[in-house]
């Protein structure tokens, strides 16, 4: 099965916490989660550092907000989101997650567009209950991902499903939501001026 959740990944080893790159990401997992396997584009920063340097942490978290600042690009380590060091990995661990997942690339075939990394669970860790997902937070994971495939799909496409999005996240979301919603609808048409060409784009 799918697990949606958050991977922290350093350019190097040796590379200060605030480098740490926070993206959305799906690994493939079964219920003892002693292994992930990964799936992220070749064009990807988490690519490039699991290449670089394979080790990381997989976060499970029910903050539908980070989640989507993490898909567009738009949080920064210790700054907007707090990180501690890894125990076990050469990483760094979601402060605010409510569980994690130390990592090491086991195997990495980056011979297709989607790379396929299996890596081992060498560590983990709980830090807070899981408060759960409403419908307003599964809206928002939904509109997050669509929002990272903007350069498979169009903008047009994702702007349509936001709209069915928007009601759920209108009818049952709180103010995180909301924002997080209307963050990720920004960034949708700002690619969208962008590829058109448009004025202040």
Do not use: W
Not at 50 to 77: C, M, N, Q, S, Y
Not at 95 to 115: I, K, M, N, Q, W
């Amino acid at each position: 099965m799918i697990l949606e959740g958050l991977v922290t990944t350093l350019p190097r080893a040796d590379a200060p916490k605030e480098t740490a790159n926070i993206a959305p990401m799906g690994p493939i997992v079964d219920d003892t989660m002693s292994r992930l396997i990964l799936r992220p584009f070749t064009s990807s920063t988490t690519y490039r550092n699991l290449k670089a340097h394979g080790e990381g942490v997989f976060h499970v978290t029910d903050d539908a907000l980070l989640i989507a600042r993490a898909a567009i690009g738009t949080v920064r380590p210790c700054a907007d989101a707090p990180v501690r060091l890894a125990e076990v990995v050469r990483g760094v661990i979601l402060s605010g997650a409510c569980r994690y997942y130390e990592f090491r690339v086991r195997e990495l075939d980056d011979s297709h567009e989607r790379t396929r990394i299996t890596a081992e669970v060498v560590h983990r860790g709980t830090q807070r209950e899981f408060f759960g997902f409403n419908r307003a937070k599964h809206a928002v994971l939904e509109a997050a991902i669509l929002a990272t495939r903007l350069h498979l799909t169009g903008a047009e496409p994702v702007l349509a499903e936001f709209e069915r999005l928007r009601v759920i996240v209108d009818k049952t979301g709180g103010e995180a939501e909301h924002t997080a919603l209307r963050e990720l609808t920004d960034h949708v048409r700002s690619f969208a001026a962008q590829a058109d060409g448009r004025p202040g784009a």
